[in-house]
């Protein structure tokens, strides 16, 4: 396999024409110019060009979102806060969690990828309900301006996770547009998954069973009945905050009775499920991702397949981990902690069937693998020490502590980020119809890994040694670390700009792509790159299983 | 005939498709609702639970006669409401406007027996939370707080209602323009189940709110 | 798939127990059952909910993956009533060192 070829010389058996010449991709007509103007793009029902709109939207909420934690990590460099003072820190952690949960990683797979590919992967010209889809961006906007005015307006301090009575009586922040924002923005994702939901059962092509679908569909499915039956709770979670901030009535207040550890039940009967709404994508990002790389089926793919599903089930019994010391009782901590070992089963199936996946393949280490290859081992490593905190009596010690940081930051941005990023390098010659720099990729992944390691594997340190997080000043003996975790973040930082430079250069500049630059399996492959806006000329007609590249021989080039 | 192909989306490949699909669509927005209402169910609950006796005592405050005929005024509105829709699968396009228009008439009604009467004299009492509480006797946080859940449970509910009436609205003007045939009523079906599910929500919210009280 | 045309006369009666439900939800209320009050009012609570949806709403002619929808949806709240419950009705059970039990005692509830 010659890694040296460049890509658009790689050929698998349906590309066509892959050296074209530059003339054809401007007369062509496809979804980017087959109309022009502000007003098509705004008022667009193409899958394809929202999934833009959705993509250039999260891509700016992500540097709002990374510029409060790059003061966050500057400001602890040094044990007495060298930046901001501690109400101040309090809402720069508050708009990092709600902008990079809510504004980032919950649409960001399903709403740029998911819109973009479920069409094409499943061989339908565009989602069941297009101008839903539409409505769900302007909602998606709404709610994130909102957010913006929140921050704007002066910040709100709660934590991402508005707890009662903090948020309902004693906080003087902006509350109630926050909470509001995050609402709206709640009723975005639902619309999401509601489409997706009624896509996948009735718009498959002609011969596309349940079981012949590419294991991103399956992911996708699994993250729609999360959205579906999660976020209404947080919804009327967050609306009880408001109503007892706005009318001064106690729903969460032990004044009149009120317990404030139900409004956590609430919260966390979504927000546990949510996790999984971000990660759950990602992994079929990878399971797409693994067998393209290695040219192979993937292994066990019914176990896969349910997997993602099993884990959307799994995911709603197992959120009082969150609660262990918050005065839950103990009856209900045995259970909560059990069915959290049950809930990292799934996970863990899915690793092994990868692993098993990428053994004997041949591997090519273009950049979107490595987004992969990293994902597989980070997500790992963040899977296990979940597995630390739902053992309820390590939580004690470690809840509310960097360990808790350290480990959702290795699956949030060590999986779900690296999965969101390596699906943008793999997709991106049929999103933009050009290839990216294959150099200054690897160079980021490589950057990015690095960069993350420096600055959260510290984190576990800290976090087992005490110290807690949400906290501006800390004992000067964890100075060393912080440290380093502030200089990793800056490089994290660097590893995510440049991408950002590249892949907006490389949609003018770039060698022209052909409609199969990888020699990947996949409907979408045998789209043209950019499709047209209708998708395909004719349905096709599905008639081999999913990843059907030859199992023993490895690929001649 | 024109107007079966000028029903059919561009994304479906035949009407039969649409129609599950948009239906598909309302039952799993349905399902978001069960869990949005749900969400209030639990928390009530669970207070009942806590504070029966407080919680009786401000079931009984309300009133049954008023509540039974509002109940009774929703299920009179889902009846031609589904009414409505069969005129819709039958092409009668008179009968399908004049049942539209009573469902939102009764709609109406509900919400303006709602806050008109029921609320506005829970307001006058002195039993609004928050707004104009005056009650202090034995137990009275708790029937406080019972109140908290009664307005916010039936007040969200109108909200429903309320949107409700305007689906109808547009649905009635839709109607009388003759947009609607026995093979394109889509949105007549689907908003039926929308304004059935409001009705179900009720038909749970009358007796936890008004029959738990120990009347007796 | 509703293509099934429902009679005005299924509907009328549906409606007429719907509405003798109601009388009856109501009257049972003013007995004194106990306990089963509750059950009652719950029990009837849910034939009217399905009757609305079995009929007026035509699950009863319509694909099986409308009705898992709705039962998914139902079987999510008892996930969240049960699970919350559990927690809330177990507060007081957490068991207490006996050396403890004297401190108890004396503080005033």
Same mark, same amino acid.
């Given at each position: 396999m010659g890694e040296g070829q460049g890509r658009g010389e790689r050929e698998g058996?349906?590309?066509?024409?892959?050296?074209?010449?530059?003339t054809e991709i401007e007369s062509r007509v496809h979804y980017l110019n087959a109309s022009y103007g502000i007003k098509s793009w705004l008022l667009t029902t193409d899958h394809k060009r929202i999934a833009l709109l959705y993509l250039a939207s999260i891509t700016f909420f992500f540097f709002v979102g990374g510029a409060a934690a790059v003061l966050m990590r500057l400001n602890l460099?040094?044990?007495?806060?060298?930046? &901001?003072e501690p109400a101040t820190y309090n809402k720069l952690f508050s708009m990092h969690g709600i902008i990079m949960v809510f504004l980032f990683l919950i649409p960001s797979i399903p709403a740029v990828l998911g819109n973009f590919l479920v069409p094409l992967m499943i061989g339908?010209?565009?989602?069941? #309900?297009p101008r839903i889809n539409l409505l769900s961006w302007y909602v998606f906007m709404a709610g994130g301006l909102l957010i913006l005015y929140s921050v704007i307006a002066?910040?709100? *301090?709660? %934590?991402?996770?508005?707890?009662?009575p903090l948020s309902t009586?004693?906080?003087?922040?902006n509350v109630i547009s926050a909470a509001l924002g995050v609402f709206i923005v709640g009723f975005s994702s639902i619309l999401t998954g509601l489409n997706f939901i009624v896509t996948i059962h009735k718009?498959?092509?002609? %011969?596309?069973t349940w079981f012949k679908m590419p294991l991103f569909l399956w992911a996708m499915y699994a993250t729609s009945i999360i959205q579906i039956l999660g976020t209404p709770v947080l919804a009327i979670s967050l609306t009880l905050v408001a109503l007892e901030r706005l009318f001064? &009535? %106690?729903?969460?207040d032990p004044a009149v009775?009120? *317990?404030?550890v139900l409004f956590q039940h609430l919260f966390w009967f979504y927000s546990h499920p949510a996790v999984y709404i971000m990660i759950l994508p990602s992994m079929g990002v990878i399971s797409e991702l693994v067998t393209a790389f290695s040219k192979k089926r993937i292994f066990g793919y019914t176990f896969v397949a349910f997997s993602s599903v099993a884990i959307a089930v799994i995911? #709603?019994?197992?959120?009082?981990h969150h609660m #262990?010391?918050?005065?839950?009782?103990i009856y209900a901590g045995l259970v909560f902690s059990l069915l959290s070992f049950a809930v990292a089963i799934p996970s863990a199936i899915k690793v092994f069937n990868w692993t098993a996946t990428l053994y004997k393949g041949s591997i090519s280490y273009d950049a979107p693998m490595l987004y992969a290859l990293g994902f597989i081992g980070l997500f790992t490593m963040g899977g296990l020490t979940g597995l630390f905190l739902a053992t309820l009596a390590v939580d004690v010690h470690v809840h509310g502590t960097y360990f808790v940081v350290a480990h959702f930051h290795y699956i949030m941005v060590g999986g779900a980020v690296m999965g969101y990023l390596g699906g943008i390098h793999y997709w991106w010659p049929k999103i933009s119809g050009r290839l990216y720099p294959e150099g200054w990729a690897r160079l980021s992944a490589a950057i990015l890994f690095v960069g993350f390691n420096l600055t959260f594997f510290p984190q576990y340190v800290l976090g087992y040694l005490g110290m807690p997080r949400r906290y501006a000043v800390y004992p000067s003996e964890f100075q060393v670390l912080n440290v380093m975790s502030s200089a990793g973040a800056s490089i994290l930082g660097v590893g995510y700009l440049i991408p950002l430079v590249y892949l907006v250069w490389s949609m003018r500049y770039g060698p022209v792509a052909g409609p199969n630059p990888w020699g990947a399996k996949g409907l979408?492959?045998?789209?043209?790159?950019?499709?047209?806006?209708?998708?395909?000329e004719e349905t096709p007609i599905v008639t081999e299983e999913a990843y059907?590249?030859?199992?023993?021989e490895t690929q001649v080039a | 005939m024109h107007s079966s192909t000028a029903a059919l989306?561009?994304? $479906?490949?035949d009407l039969q498709q649409q129609q599950e699909a948009s239906s598909l669509g309302m039952w799993v927005f349905l399902a978001t609702e069960v869990m949005f209402f749900g969400g209030l169910f639990t928390a009530y609950i669970l207070y009942r639970n806590f504070y029966l006796p407080g919680f009786e005592a401000g079931s009984r405050l309300l009133n049954v006669r008023i509540g039974a005929l509002n109940t009774a005024i929703l299920l009179c509105s889902s009846l031609t409401m589904a009414l409505a829709v069969r005129a819709a699968q039958l092409g009668k396009k008179g009968a399908l406007t004049t049942f539209l228009f009573l469902t939102l008439l009764l709609g109406l009604a509900f919400v303006a027996v709602k806050l008109g009467l029921e609320w506005r004299h829970d307001y006058l009492e002195g $039993?609004?939370?928050?707004?104009?509480w005056t009650f202090h006797g034995p137990d009275w946080r708790h029937i406080e707080l019972f109140f908290v859940f009664y307005f916010f449970m039936t007040g969200i509910h109108a909200l429903h209602m309320v949107v409700g009436v305007g689906i109808l609205t547009a649905l009635i003007l839709m109607a009388g323009r003759g947009k609607f045939s026995p093979q394109r009523y889509n949105a007549v079906e689907v908003a039926g189940l929308y304004w059935h599910f409001v009705d179900i929500v009720w038909i749970f919210l009358y007796p936890l709110l008004y029959l738990i009280g120990g009347r007796y | 798939m509703v293509d099934h045309v429902v009679s005005t006369k299924l509907y009328i009666l549906v409606f007429a127990a719907l509405i003798a439900l109601t009388a009856l939800t109501t009257g049972v209320s003013?007995?004194?059952?106990?306990?089963w009050n509750t059950v009652a009012a719950l029990a009837i609570a849910v034939c009217k909910a399905s009757l609305v949806a079995l009929f007026f709403m035509h699950l009863k002619w319509s694909s099986g993956l409308m009705r898992i929808v709705l039962l998914a949806a139902f079987v999510w709240f008892a996930i969240l009533v049960t699970l919350t419950l559990a927690d809330e009705l177990a507060r007081q059970w957490t068991p207490v060192p006996s050396s403890w039990e004297a401190q108890i005692q004396q503080q005033v509830r």
């Open positions: 058996d349906e590309a066509m024409g892959t050296v074209t010449v530059e460099i040094s044990p007495g806060g060298a930046i &901001v339908a010209r565009d989602l069941a #309900f002066g910040g709100v *301090d709660t %934590g991402w996770t508005f707890y009662t009586t004693y906080a003087n922040t718009m498959r092509a002609p %011969g596309m001064h &009535v %106690g729903v969460f009775g009120g *317990d404030p995911s #709603f019994l197992v959120w009082g #262990f010391v918050a005065g839950q009782s979408e492959w045998q789209a043209p790159s950019p499709p047209p806006t209708e998708n395909f059907a590249y030859g199992s023993e | 989306a561009e994304q $479906f490949d $039993f609004a939370p928050g707004v104009h | 003013f007995i004194d059952l106990g306990k």
